[in-house]
């Protein structure tokens, strides 16, 4: 797999391809490799050796593939169970049922395609649910709420050309609207 695209690439600005069915060698690659990306960077002795920002999406665009694509592994915070929170290839993603409820992580957020800390909340739906479709091509919905909604959102928004800070607020960043839940 190709290096992280950067801010300021043009291919991170762009509305990414439907990917197609059956899925070509290539699409079945790239999911892969994204997702091996995230295990890869979330296990500390791996990403030390490889120099690897921890993450827990990654977008196709963010490789340099503008396919509607993203690799999310949002690992457990409980040590008596290794089974991830989420785990998932996100294929074709749209946002079908959003609640009217917002949510921000209280630590604002990170891309691996933006090297500079840009501070602020970044107002998120809290709970949502995603119509996409998996490896095999079976159209799935997802109902997620919280910081797993959070990371999709980011993720999607990807595919759409839209970055984190574009929905921080630019005259106060901590301004919220009454209707959020700050996710510690
Ligand atoms: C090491 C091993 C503090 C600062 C707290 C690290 C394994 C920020 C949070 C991780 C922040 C893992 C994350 C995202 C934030 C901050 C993403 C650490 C990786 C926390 C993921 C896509 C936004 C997602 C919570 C500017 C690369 N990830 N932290 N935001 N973690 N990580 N995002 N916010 N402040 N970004 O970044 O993958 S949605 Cl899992
Ligand atoms: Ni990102």
């Known amino acids: 797999m190709k290096d992280i695209v950067r801010d300021g690439d043009p291919v991170l600005r762009q509305v990414a391809k439907k990917v197609e069915f059956p899925l070509s060698a290539e699409d079945r690659q790239l999911a892969a490799d994204m997702m091996a990306y995230l295990v890869n960077s979330q296990d500390p002795k791996i990403a030390e050796k490889h120099q690897l920002r921890a993450g827990v999406g990654l ?12 690799a999310v592994l949002v690992p457990t915070d409980n040590p008596d169970d290794p089974k ?27 891309c691996l395609s933006v090297d500079k800390d840009i501070r602020g909340y ?16 079976n159209t799935i919905r997802l109902k997620l709420k919280d910081y797993p ?19 921080i607020n630019k005259e106060n960043p901590f301004k919220l609207k009454d209707n959020t839940v700050v996710i510690e």
Do not use: W
Request: hydrophobic share 45%.
């Open 84 to 110: 991830p929170v989420l785990k998932t290839v996100l294929i074709n993603p749209l946002i079908i049922v959003q609640s009217v409820k917002d949510a921000a992580l209280a630590e604002g957020e990170g």
């Open 122 to 137: 970044v107002p998120r739906h809290d709970r949502i649910t995603i119509r996409c479709q998996d490896m095999a091509g």
């Open 59 to 70: 977008a196709a665009p963010q490789v340099g593939v503008s396919k509607q694509m993203a």
């Open 149 to 167: 909604a959070i990371v999709c959102q980011h993720e999607i928004d990807h595919l759409n050309g839209i970055l984190f800070y574009d929905h």
